[in-house]
């Protein structure tokens, strides 16, 4: 499995790669405005700061939902770096959009997918990445997990390489979940990919650990 932070805060950035399991970022305009970083040229320029700091797998997302608009923003971003992804929407002329840029050998990554519908109209279309929404769909009382498993199963029963890139995870148990249920990648805050270490046995089995040598060293 890999693992994507959902943020566009280079410092949360460098963490989680200096943690040495990152394995790509995924931002969105909102995030993007969250770090206060605003028209073209300063998103442009962040994110070939982003792409500065990890190995692989910047997803910049369009804003357009045009073709021809999709088409020119997303030429534009895989201009920035070859590490960059671009992020299309789930919508009609994105599914066109994925199509083109799949043939080009640009990586898209589809964003904001909700059904099992969608994520078979993107896998035909050649998507890089897919990315279900899980958190939202949660808060509509709908259960985010169960449609990450479905994918899953459609994909393997028809050998789709499209990657399920499981999004808008919002705690620990949503990402081993997504692990159990064979998504190829969780994106996530830092907080969830560090919510992994921690354990009240392994806090209480070091401080024994440690009490014990100290003992026995006479300290």
């Known amino acids: 499995m890999k ?42 320029a962040h994110y070939k700061a982003i792409c500065d700091i990890v190995d692989d797998k910047v997803s910049a997302e369009v804003i357009s939902t045009d073709f021809d608009g999709m088409i020119r923003e997303g030429k534009e971003l895989a201009k920035i770096d070859d590490k960059i992804v671009v992020k299309i929407p789930m919508i009609k002329d994105g599914v066109k959009a994925l199509k083109y840029f799949h043939s080009e050998g640009i990586r898209t990554n589809c964003t904001l997918v909700f059904s099992a519908g969608q994520a078979i109209l993107a896998a035909k279309a050649g998507a890089s990445f897919l990315s279900p929404f899980i958190g939202r769909l949660d808060d509509i009382s709908y259960d985010g997990l169960e449609l990450i498993g479905q994918i899953a199963h459609i994909y393997q029963n028809y050998d789709f390489e499209t990657e399920i890139l499981a999004a808008s995870v919002r705690h620990t148990m949503h990402l081993i979940k997504c692990a159990e249920l064979g998504a190829d990648v969780v994106t996530c805050p830092l907080k969830v990919i560090t919510g992994l270490l921690k354990h009240p046995l392994t806090d209480s089995g070091l401080a024994q650990f440690l009490a014990d040598h100290a003992k026995a060293a006479g300290k």
């Open 3 to 44: 693992f994507f932070i959902d943020t566009a805060n280079l410092d949360e950035i460098r963490e989680a790669y200096d943690l040495g399991v990152l394995d790509g970022v995924t931002t969105n305009p909102s995030l993007m405005a969250k770090e206060g970083i605003s028209g073209e040229a300063n998103v442009k």
